[in-house]
């Protein structure tokens, strides 16, 4: 494999590090976008996107863009994302990047928090909602459009980039300490944090994992790009790293074309966050159960063989061998095939993958990495396939450390709060002084909010969100997401909540993974496949009871939920419950569901 030129860990800016790989990687190509047909992808090479990022470069010149000033976008991701990000980089601005699916006031919050001088929208419908702001927020003085007639309020991008292509501007070469991007985190509570991350920390932590990976990635590497650029996990990885190996990602139409854009791009690497790996792992999972067969009893037997490889029972025996490699040609491969044929990298970052799934997907021959890592510090510590321990996020990257710090949990406990240290934190968050003295550390550490625990080797363990932790009324400290986590690998649940600080017990608010469920139904005598009716059905409420206790045997009685409230309304963005990077509101559950948790408790 053509390994990757290192020459590009010098630089301290994003722009640098881009025009260096522009130049090595000029014919390579870079983005891909979905053909009017669909039938096939269009592909921009290096050379092609820096010169519409040197274009709009100068179009954003045109309008007073310079040092410091914002530049915002409200889109998903796509090739002018990337083109207005850098160029406005190029300029030493900062960019500030918003999801398509957030609520108008969060889009004003931020225009206005972050003082963007220009916003950027991309499409119609989405301006309709914003043509408003220049006039009532001081600092914002233009938008422009991306597809679509831009009308007298706002300018097209189209033309800015051939304004810009007639008055060239040479690019600017921010310093490291220059802060790049303004990441808003999706709070759960409140308005959103603009994390402050500059120059120097989003190109330190592309380097340093580019180092991590560059015995697998090669330029030759593609990925499909889902994951939200304007999130740091996304960002990073089918971004800024994509750039410093001059790789290429295609981008996918829409979240229900996910499947079918697979086969179009034929990734060889993917990054999601666990939710999708835990749900592709159900979906082939419950086909091989439907399929039966020869196909199933090949699928278990080069599952065993994997296993037994795992524990190193069985890696020098030609018979576990000669399983894998018939297990291989015979299912494994089709099922790759269904990811388009050549994937073999994952990269999961977001919250901790269960070590269930992720031999699972090492089993079919596709190599699992794990990020541990969060807005503020970006990615921090990676567990790798050669260098991992179970349960375990990894060891932190190169320049990157972490310690425990126990002052809340008592001397003697391992657990305590993760601190991190680096040259990848972020400057502060803007606006909130406070709040940033609140987590950044007079050492230089950064207090993360997340529970945790280092092995003498160094692994780090996550066992918990600070906050989220909860005592029952015997005392037991209750840490719901690792619960959580366990559960939804139930063919059954599609979401859930665990829920009793301050009550003998747990309970469980599940929403059920209805396509599966429904089936399960008409075998067990329902004839009604309504999820209103479904759950309040007693042979569900005892299915979901069931599910529980099988994949909770890994925690203590006290931990499992003893009761369930099950509710046809799916966890989405749309009806507020989860946050655009589907982090799950606990309070907005509590809220909508207080009555009926409360009655969990009162009913024996």
């Not at 309008?63 to 994302?81: H, P």
């Not at 070590?355 to 921090?380: C, K, N």
């Not at 003295?437 to 945790?452: F, I, K, Q, Y």
Request: aromatic share 8%.
């Amino acid at each position: 494999m053509k390994r990757m030129d290192r020459e590009s860990d010098c630089h301290d800016n994003l722009v640098a590090i881009f025009e260096e790989s522009a130049r090595k990687h000029a014919n390579n190509p870079m983005f891909g976008t979905k053909n009017r047909a669909g039938t096939g992808y269009d592909w921009l090479t290096y050379r092609q996107v820096a010169e519409r990022i040197d274009n709009f470069r100068a179009g954003l010149a045109s309008l007073g863009v310079g040092s410091g000033d914002g530049v915002a976008i409200i889109s998903n991701n796509r090739v002018e994302w990337a083109v207005a990000c850098y160029a406005t980089y190029g300029l030493a601005g900062r960019f500030v990047a918003m999801y398509e699916s957030e609520l108008p006031r969060i889009w004003r919050f931020i225009v206005e928090d972050s003082g963007a001088k220009v916003l950027i929208v991309s499409k119609q419908e989405v301006l309709e909602m914003v043509r408003d702001f220049h006039r009532e927020i001081d600092a914002l003085e233009g938008i422009v459009l991306i597809d679509g007639d831009a009308g007298p309020d706002a300018v097209s991008m189209a033309d800015l980039e051939r304004i810009g292509s007639r008055s060239p501007v040479p690019s600017v070469y921010p310093r490291g300490s220059d802060i790049a991007s303004l990441i808003y985190t999706s709070g759960t509570t409140g308005n959103p944090k603009g994390v402050q991350m500059t120059h120097g920390s989003l190109s330190s932590n592309a380097s340093t994992l580019c180092q991590a990976v560059e015995h697998v990635l090669s330029p030759e590497d593609r990925s499909l790009s889902f994951l939200p650029y304007a999130h740091i996990f996304g960002q990073l990885v089918e971004l800024h790293l994509l750039i410093q190996i001059g790789g290429s990602a295609g981008f996918a139409e829409r979240k229900d074309t996910i499947l079918s854009d697979l086969l179009l791009v034929r990734p060889s690497v993917l990054a999601a966050v666990p939710l999708v790996f835990n749900r592709v792992h159900d979906g082939i999972q419950k086909a091989m159960e439907e399929k039966g067969g020869l196909a199933r009893r090949v699928f278990d037997m080069g599952r065993k063989a994997a296993r037994s490889r795992r524990r190193g029972d069985g890696a020098g025996k030609w018979v576990d061998r000669w399983k894998l490699l018939l297990a291989d040609r015979l299912v494994f491969r089709r099922v790759r095939n269904q990811f388009g044929g050549r994937l073999r990298v994952g990269v999961c970052s977001g919250a901790h993958l269960n070590p269930e799934v992720e031999h699972f997907f090492e089993d079919l021959g596709i190599r699992i990495y794990q990020a541990w890592g969060m807005t503020e510090i970006s990615a921090h510590t990676l567990s790798r396939p050669e260098d991992k321990r179970p349960g375990s996020v990894g060891r932190p990257l190169p320049g990157c450390s972490v310690t425990i710090d126990r002052n809340h949990t008592g001397e003697h406990n391992k657990d305590g709060e993760i601190i991190a240290y680096g040259p990848n934190l972020m400057a502060g968050y803007q606006n909130l002084p406070e709040k940033t003295t609140e987590v950044l550390r007079p050492d230089g550490g950064l207090a993360t909010g997340d529970r945790g625990r280092l092995d003498e080797d160094g692994y780090l363990y996550v066992t918990g969100r600070i906050k989220e932790q909860y005592k029952l009324d015997n005392g037991k400290y209750v840490f719901p997401s690792g619960i959580e986590e366990a559960i939804k690998l139930s063919p059954y649940v599609d979401n859930i909540m665990v829920e009793g600080a301050n009550r003998p017990y747990n309970v469980a608010i599940v929403v059920p993974d209805f396509p599966a469920l429904a089936p399960w139904a008409m075998t067990n005598g329902i004839s009604s496949t309504d999820p209103d009716k479904l759950v309040e059905a007693r042979e569900v409420k005892a299915l979901f009871l069931s599910e529980i206790e099988k994949c909770c045997g890994q925690f203590a009685s006290y931990e499992v939920p003893k009761k369930t409230l099950i509710i046809a309304e799916p966890f989405t963005p749309e009806n507020g419950i989860l946050t655009p990077t589907l982090k799950l509101k606990r309070r907005e559950v509590s809220k909508r569901y207080g009555e009926e948790i409360e009655r969990l408790f009162l009913v024996e």
